[in-house]
């Protein structure tokens, strides 16, 4: 038991590859499988600019832009770890880590020189860069200079800069200059550099944009928008999977008993309508880790040595027993968001709020709900809203996170009844209806 719990944890904990277990720099062949959950469409974008780049035998620019936690970082290393060492160089370099921008320089020509250290100043190093790397032909046979042959004439360079979102005009002013000037380095005629400028918030993107525009310079931008619910989902498969590799159960039905059914449904759904840094997605799992491991030391007979074999497999104790209930999920998630959706249920209006008592419903659509809502009112005595405002309530209660619209104009539940017990318990006009939730 403990074992699975530390593999879980360590599964599920923030990490910068796919699959640190596999051996890096076996790429290609396993190009397929170390594509980054959730992320297929913007692995694939990154992929034919990098082809398309290398084809033209030029450089060229992209911005990556996206909320904390969208997978934009994990994306590229997957990515760069996928490409010929041979062919390509990627070069990481953070903005923020330097407090003087200007020293950006220094960082960028030492990396792509292999240097471990370097006593260049900015100046040297930039003059150095652009005389190597990034130079226009033209001004090379005007200086009366030789073209530079690097030995390895087919090395692109990869680089990546990364700025944060806050401090957006102090960023812009302090890295202006500098930023623009790196990102012309993919157009001059020598260049084979392919730049990503990665950030989180587009205003930073959109103001850059227009002094390129100006200059006739097209910078493309990829979006990374927050994970939706499937996504996910895909993304605790592919941990999990992991899990069982590592802890080396090979059953699917011992699989199936890990999460009760629509657990992990449920908590992506829930991080989903919050809009969330994937990275909380993992810390409702390592929570709910922590409070299995509590129950069991809670439970264990205090002879039961702690100590585990380490070959031996987990058991389940009998079908339909699972590893991580629907209980222990629900108190997690109530942990994690419960604050937030009884806040948001107790300052809907009334007629949303007897809504929210008419939900839960074997099949759940307008219809089925306007129905409810109609015999829930009646159990009260309050009168019944239009059809029209009907709607305009449930557009509210969807705009509160509490519902959702799938497909086929099915409504989605974002909260349990334990949650709609704990927000109206004390209140006498919902008595009655509380009463019959009670009885569900
Ligand atoms: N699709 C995914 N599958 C598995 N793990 C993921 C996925 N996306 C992100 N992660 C994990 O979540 C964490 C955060 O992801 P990442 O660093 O890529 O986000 P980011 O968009 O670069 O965020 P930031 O803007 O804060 O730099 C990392 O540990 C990463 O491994
Ligand atoms: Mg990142």
Not at 154 to 172: Q, S
Not at 292 to 316: G, H, Q, R, T, W
Not at 406 to 427: C, N, P, T, V, Y
Request: proline residues 4%; charged residues 30%; glycine residues 4%.
């Amino acid at each position: 038991m403990q074992r699975l719990l530390d593999t879980i944890n360590k599964k599920f904990s923030l990490q910068t590859d796919i699959d640190p277990a596999k051996p890096k720099n076996k790429k290609n062949e396993n190009e397929e499988k170390n594509k980054v959950p959730g992320r297929d469409s913007q692995y694939r974008k990154l992929k034919t600019f990098i082809d398309k780049t290398a084809k033209s035998g030029k450089g060229d620019s992209l911005y990556i832009c996206g909320p904390p936690g969208t997978g934009k970082s994990l994306t590229l290393t997957t990515l760069s770890k996928n490409l010929s060492t041979k062919k390509y160089k990627p070069i990481y370099i953070n903005c923020m880590q330097f407090n003087q921008p200007i020293k950006i320089y220094i960082e960028i020509y030492r990396k792509l020189e292999n240097l471990v250290s370097t006593k260049k100043g900015v100046n040297e190093s930039l003059d150095l860069i652009e005389s190597k790397y990034f130079y226009d032909f033209d001004n090379k046979e005007e200086e009366g200079m030789e073209k530079h042959s690097d030995k390895n004439e087919n090395e692109k360079k990869t680089m990546w800069v990364k700025y944060r979102e806050y401090e957006i005009d102090i960023l812009i002013e302090k890295f202006s200059n500098i930023l623009y000037r790196i990102f012309e380095w993919p157009t001059k005629d020598s260049s084979k550099l392919i730049l990503f400028g990665i950030a989180n918030d587009l205003g930073l993107v959109q103001k850059s944009l227009p002094r390129f525009a100006k200059i006739g310079m097209e910078i493309e931008v990829l979006h990374f928008k927050p994970y939706t619910e499937e996504e996910i989902l895909k993304i605790f498969h592919h941990r999990i999977d992991l899990v069982f590799k590592e802890y080396k159960l090979k059953e699917e039905d011992q699989k199936e008993q890990l999460f009760e059914p629509e657990t992990l449904e449920m908590i992506s759904k829930q991080l989903s309508v919050n809009g969330c840094d994937i990275r909380k997605a993992f810390d409702v799992i390592r929570r709910l880790v922590t409070l299995k491991f509590e129950k069991y030391i809670e439970n264990a007979d205090s002879n039961d040595s702690l100590d585990e074999d380490p070959d031996e497999v987990i058991e389940f104790k009998s079908p339909g027993e699972y590893f991580f209930s629907m209980d222990l999920v629900q108190d997690v998630l109530a942990e994690f968001f419960e604050c937030k959706i009884v806040s948001n249920m107790k300052s809907l209006p009334l007629q949303a709020q007897i809504i929210l008592f008419s939900s839960f419903l074997p099949v759940l659509n307008y219809e089925t709900l306007y129905k409810s809502y109609k015999s829930q009112c009646s159990i009260i005595n309050f009168p019944l809203m239009e059809k029209a405002d009907f709607g305009l309530s449930i557009d509210s209660i969807i705009s509160n996170g509490l519902m959702k619209i799938e497909s086929g104009k099915k409504i989605a539940l974002l909260f349990s009844k334990e949650q709609l017990i704990s927000a109206f318990k004390s209140s006498i006009i919902f008595d009655p209806l509380l009463e019959e939730l009670n009885n569900l």
